[in-house]
């Protein structure tokens, strides 16, 4: 089977959690990553720190739809969390602060689909 025909049905048995679980432990990874790296390059950081605010910024945008399901102090608090990653996402790029907080409010997120998941994401 193609790699791609692989992907397709993946994809289609993956649910939104599953697939929210994925993406940030992509993105944790890739974090992790350009942790490892020194601290003045921050060229060699900065794929991941804009996929990560990306990522932020693309959940913000969805907490703020109208239609979103999740309870409103949830999405507010999303929305907060977004903006957070944001501003730290800055400070590290100018070399103010550490990428170490960003990875954490990741894994936080995956352990919190892990928990509401019913079971269906295993834990990396």
């Known amino acids: 089977m193609s790699?791609?025909?692989y992907q397709?049905?993946?994809a289609r048995a993956e649910t939104p959690r599953e697939?929210?679980?994925r993406l940030f432990?992509?993105?944790t990874r890739a974090l992790m990553?350009?942790?490892a790296l020194p601290a003045?390059?921050?060229?060699g950081r900065m794929d991941a720190l804009d996929w990560n605010r990306r990522l932020w910024s693309a959940?913000?945008?969805d907490c703020a739809e109208s239609g979103n399901g999740l309870p409103d102090a949830l999405r507010a608090s999303m929305i907060s969390l977004s903006l957070w990653v944001g501003r730290h996402t800055s400070a590290v790029i100018r070399q103010e602060e550490e990428i170490e907080p960003l990875i954490e409010i990741n894994r936080?997120?995956?352990q919190g689909l892990v928990g509401n998941s019913g079971g269906g994401v295993e834990a990396a």
Request: overall charge negative.
């Open 3 to 5: 790699l791609q025909a």
């Open 8 to 10: 397709r049905v993946a």
């Open 19 to 21: 697939a929210e679980y």
């Open 25 to 27: 432990g992509q993105v």
């Open 33 to 35: 990553e350009a942790a």
């Open 40 to 43: 003045d390059d921050i060229r």
């Open 59 to 61: 959940l913000a945008s």
């Open 108 to 110: 936080m997120i995956m």
